[in-house]
């Protein structure tokens, strides 16, 4: 796969883009303008390090159907730089709550989607969300780490069905069997993987394994947000998509910069 820098929306999806920029700007607002300079900020994109503290991982052939599943509306092409910005204000009322959600160009063959407050609304029950997903785009994946509650969470699911996870909040708990890239108890764990603090080797439970980090499991599931650089492989731009159609996407309190 080969890294694509230079990732300009079609005419018709910048179109959209530009018409929420101008209706953003003041009264007679120079729309061939706007869309040269959306051009260039899509064209001077490079991969680097994204967020990692609480993303969704899907399948790039097959992204276009979380959407669908995620009952996200009226999509606009985005620069990174403006779907991370969008996530800092994400939501309005109208008079119901309305929120933005960012998805990413692809990143070595995967798409990651942040959604502030739709996740922190799923707390309890992230796996639910990963297998609507997997049965629509094949697989799933669900990162978490809140480092002031110690709290973790991954969880992969494919095809409708968990097949792999943990979570620790107090005690840690795994679900499924170790994918053949993870450490076991008891060997010698790689960068990035690690044994509970409370937790030995001897007494872990049969299906553990020692990647109790997100970034480990993500580096082996799917792709490791933190960890972009200059040279991953990446195809296309981002969208920023709304869970209510014809909401708009004016209203909000943050205005991202391109």
């Known amino acids: 796969m080969s890294t694509v820098i230079a990732a300009v929306p079609a005419p018709e999806a910048l179109a959209a883009l530009v018409d929420v920029l101008a209706a953003r700007a003041a009264s007679g607002a120079d729309a061939t303008g706007l869309a040269e300079t959306a051009r260039r900020a899509f064209a001077a994109e490079r991969p680097g390090p994204l967020p990692d503290h609480w993303w969704l991982a899907v399948p790039g052939e097959t992204y276009e159907e979380a959407f669908t599943v995620l009952g996200l509306h009226d999509r606009i092409p985005v620069t990174v730089r403006y779907g991370l910005a969008a996530q800092e204000d994400d939501e309005k009322d109208t008079p119901e709550p309305v929120h933005r959600v ?28 990963v297998e609507r997903l997997s049965a629509a785009c094949g697989k799933a994946q669900v990162f978490y780490q809140d480092p002031f509650a110690d709290s973790v969470i991954w969880a992969a699911a494919e095809h409708g069905a968990l097949v792999r996870g943990y979570w620790r909040a107090d005690d840690p708990e795994w679900t499924g069997e170790p994918f053949p890239w993870e450490s076991l108890p008891g060997a010698a764990g790689s960068e990035g993987e690690t044994a509970d603090d409370d937790d030995d080797d001897d007494d872990a439970e049969p299906n553990a ?25 990446v195809r296309g731009h981002g969208w920023l998509a709304l869970t209510a159609p014809g909401a708009g996407h004016d209203g909000f309190e943050g205005a991202p910069e391109l």
């Open 102 to 129: 960012f998805v990413t160009p692809e990143y070595a063959g995967w798409r990651l989607i942040y959604a502030e407050s739709p996740l922190r609304e799923t707390t309890w029950w992230p796996h639910d969300v």
């Open 209 to 233: 394994s020692r990647v109790t980090s997100i970034s480990a499991a993500a580096a082996g599931l799917s792709v490791d947000p933190a960890a972009i650089t200059a040279e991953t492989p």
